[in-house]
């Protein structure tokens, strides 16, 4: 079994910077892809940044030039830096992982429990 952990989440002013962490522990045979989403009241889970473990990175629009998603491969570890929050930003912040199994080739997909992440003056 695999366990993904996120911290990090927290009230913060706009214009203002958090950083969240997700440690990925476990039966780990490789790391394929790490990623962040959010899900805000009343609103579907939507796509904010995923890494591969070849370092390739993909963002939605709407946080293109403020966040920046990176990871630690020998720690399995993926962090989300947020810049120049917005009230809009606010959401429950999940982190996924698509994990090798000892079977070969095959891969499964994670979740993490989520941290909240909330912007306000």
């Known amino acids: 079994q695999v366990q993904l952990v996120e911290s990090g989440g927290g009230l913060v002013q706009p214009g203002g910077s958090l950083r969240l962490s997700c440690v990925a522990s476990?039966?780990?045979?490789?790391?394929?892809?790490m990623g962040w989403y959010r899900q805000a009241p009343g609103k579907q889970r939507e796509l904010v940044a995923t890494i591969t473990s070849g370092g390739s990175t993909n963002y939605a629009d709407f946080v293109k030039g403020r966040f920046t998603i990176s990871a630690d491969n020998a720690k399995n570890t993926a962090y989300l830096q947020m810049d120049s929050l917005k009230p809009e930003d606010t959401a429950v912040y999940y982190c996924d992982a698509t994990i090798g199994t000892a079977v070969p080739g095959l891969r499964r997909r994670y979740w993490g429990q989520g941290t909240q992440v909330t912007v306000s003056s």
């Open positions: 476990g039966s780990i045979f490789g790391m394929h892809a």
